[in-house]
C-alpha cells in the first residue's frame, strides 16, 4: 500500500514533526530554516525590500516543464525581479488533501528545492495543514517572498512613458497551453512544455544594461494583453503593439487553434514585458538574447499617449484593433 | 439571488480586477498596497527581520471570538512577535471555492482590516486564486509576516536554560474547544469563545519589562503540552509543570470532559508561553496581568536540566507524569 497524507500529519503533534523532519527539512534545509522557530531571522541592509506573495493551485499538479513546487519557486522568485529586487528569502505554506501520495509531495518539494537553489533564493519558513478529502484538490502552495531591492533601481508598472519601447523576453502562451492541453487527456502529440522559469538573473542583466528600464512585468494569469491593460491604466497611457512582432511558437499556435485559446491571453511563467525609452531598447534586447531563457525576445510595440488604459494590436493582415482585458471564458487553476 | 465567487473570478482578468478593487483594495487600502504592482516595496533600517508564514483552514469559518479572516492576522503577528519582532507587513494569499458567497468573503476581509488595523500592520501584497466547487472548503487564507526585531533582542526556542520560569499569559485550550463544539451541531450552551487575538503589545511590554527574556512560543496546534516539548528539545532541556497552577476555564474543562479533550492540547491563538530566568518571573508576570489579554498570566513550571526534550506534569493528585507530544486522534482544521 502506498503511503499518503493524513489527517494527523496537519495536527501539529508527533506526526506533523516526523513530515516536516523528513519530507521538508531534509531537502530545504539552511541555517535559517533549521532553526525552526515560529518566525525566521535574517539580515538586511537598510533600504528597500520587495514582498510579495503567490498562491499555486495549478492542476496538474506535475505538468510537462515543470510541477506545482518549481512553479511556487519561480513565481514568486520572477513577481519580486519586477521590483528591481534580488529575490534572497521565500516561505513555503502548504494545504494537503488527505490521502495525497507521500511520494507525489516528495516530488513537489524536491522540485521546490531544486528550483530555489538554482534562483539562490532559501526557503526560511514553512506550514503544514491537512484538509479532509475533498476539502482541496491534492495540494495546493503559497509562496511568499522578500528580497532587497538596489540603491537607484526603480522599476514599477507606473512607470511606462510614451516614447517607450514594449518588449517580451520570449514566445506567448507556452505555459498557459501546455496546462490546458493536458486537462481531459487530449492527447496531443504537439512538443508542448510550461516555461516556467525563475527570471532573477534576466532581470539584473536588463537593470544592468538598460539604466532607464521603466517596466517589468511577468505576463501570467491573464496573459500577455491583461498585463500590458493592467500597466497601460496604472501608467496612464497607451501602448500599441505590432502582431507579426509577437513571438508565439508553432506548436503553441497550432494548439491555440485547435483548442480556440489566444496566446495573447494565455499564461506565462518565465517571460517578462519590458518597457524602457526606445534608445535602451537595443541595449536591453541584446541582454535578454544573451540570457538562456531570452532567445526569441523582441520588441514588440510602443508606448503613446493616449487614449489612457487602451492597448491597440496591429494585426498582421493591417487592421487595428483593441486589445482588452481578458473577460468570459475562464481558464481555471492555470498556475 | 445571491451574489457568490465564480471560477472568472480567479482567472486573471477583468472579473479578478473587480474583485480586488470591490472586496480587497477598498477594505485593506494603504499606499504600499495601493500602488497594486508584482511586489509591494517598505523601506527597512539595517538589522534582522522575522520572516514568517501560516495557512488558515479552519472549519467553520466564522466562530465564537473571530473567523478565518482576523485568525490570519492574529497567527502571523504572533509568530512575528515570538522572535521579538515588531510585525510590520503581511500578505494575504487566498484560494476560494467557486460558489462562496461574496458577502461572506467581505466579512472575512473586514475582519482582516480591523485585526491588521488593531495589531497596526499594513496587509501589503496579495493574491486571490479559484477552484472549482468541490476543490477547496470555501476559503483558504495564507499570510505571511515581515517584522522587524529590534538591536539586542534575542529570543528564541533554543534559549531555554535550567533555573528558568515558565509562565502561560492566560487560560489554555479555549480556541480549540469553542472550534470543536462548533462541529456538528453539538448545540452547547457552555459560553465558549475563541481567545484569538494579536499579542505584539504584550510582546513588546514583556521584552521591555524583562531583559533576560529567553523564549516566546503561541502555543497553537498542538497546544501547550507540544510547544513545551518541542521547547525542551530545541534548548536541550527538561521542563516539570504544576498542574494546579496551569489556567483553564471552567466552562472549557467541563466541555473538554464531555467530549474527551485535553486543553494541554488544544490550540491557543491568543496566549503566550514565556521563559524567561526565574528572578525576572515576577516583572514578567507583571507586565502581561497589566495587559489586557494577560489577566489569567501565571508562572506554571520551570526548566530543569535533564532528561533533555521531556516534559513532567506534577499532578494535581500529587502524582506525576510525562507529558508527550500530541498523538493519536487528530483533531483536523483547528486553525
Same mark, same amino acid.
Given at each position: 500500500m502506498k503511503e499518503t497524507i493524513l489527517l494527523d500529519h496537519g495536527a501539529g503533534g508527533r506526526a506533523s514533526h516526523e513530515l516536516v523532519q523528513r519530507v521538508f527539512a531534509r531537502r530545504l534545509a539552511n541555517p535559517v530554516l533549521d532553526a525552526m522557530d515560529d518566525a525566521a531571522v535574517v539580515e538586511v541592509p537598510a533600504g528597500r525590500l520587495a514582498i510579495s506573495t503567490d498562491s499555486f493551485v495549478v492542476?496538474?499538479?506535475?505538468f510537462p516543464g515543470g510541477n506545482i513546487g518549481s512553479l511556487a519557486v519561480h513565481g514568486t522568485v520572477n513577481d519580486l525581479s519586477c521590483r528591481g529586487a534580488r529575490p534572497l528569502w521565500l516561505t513555503a505554506g502548504f494545504v494537503l488533501e488527505e490521502g495525497l501520495e507521500m511520494s507525489l509531495l516528495e516530488e513537489v518539494v524536491e522540485a521546490m528545492a531544486a528550483a530555489a537553489a538554482e534562483a539562490g533564493v532559501s526557503i526560511v519558513a514553512g506550514d503544514t495543514k491537512v484538509v479532509g478529502r475533498?476539502? &482541496?484538490?491534492?495540494i495546493f502552495i503559497n509562496t511568499a517572498g522578500v528580497g532587497v531591492i538596489p540603491p537607484g533601481v526603480d522599476i514599477g508598472g507606473h512607470r511606462a512613458r510614451p516614447g517607450d519601447a514594449v518588449l517580451v523576453s520570449g514566445t506567448m502562451g507556452d505555459h498557459g497551453v501546455t496546462i490546458m492541453a493536458q486537462r481531459?487527456?487530449?492527447?496531443?502529440? !504537439?512538443p508542448l512544455k510550461s516555461d &516556467? !522559469?525563475?527570471l532573477h538573473g534576466m532581470a539584473a542583466a536588463l537593470i544592468q544594461a538598460c539604466p532607464g528600464l521603466h517596466v517589468l512585468r511577468d505576463p501570467t494569469r491573464g496573459g500577455l494583453a491583461t498585463t500590458l491593460n493592467e500597466i497601460a491604466a496604472t501608467s496612464g497611457v497607451a501602448m500599441e503593439l505590432y502582431e507579426d512582432a509577437i513571438p508565439v511558437d508553432p506548436a503553441v499556435s497550432g494548439v491555440c487553434e485547435l483548442l480556440g485559446l489566444d496566446p495573447l491571453y494565455l499564461a506565462n511563467e518565465g517571460k517578462f514585458i519590458a518597457v524602457m525609452p526606445e534608445d535602451e531598447a537595443p541595449a536591453a534586447l541584446k541582454a535578454m538574447q544573451a540570457h538562456a531563457k531570452g532567445g526569441? &525576445? !523582441?520588441?514588440i510595440g510602443r508606448v503613446i499617449e493616449a487614449p489612457a488604459g487602451r492597448v491597440w494590436l496591429n494585426t498582421a493582415v493591417g487592421g487595428r484593433r483593441l486589445l482588452d482585458m481578458l473577460s468570459g471564458e475562464p481558464l481555471p487553476r492555470i498556475c
Open positions: 492542476d496538474p499538479i506535475i475533498g476539502q &482541496a484538490d491534492k481531459g487527456g487530449l492527447g496531443l502529440k !504537439a &516556467a !522559469a525563475s526569441r &525576445a !523582441a520588441v
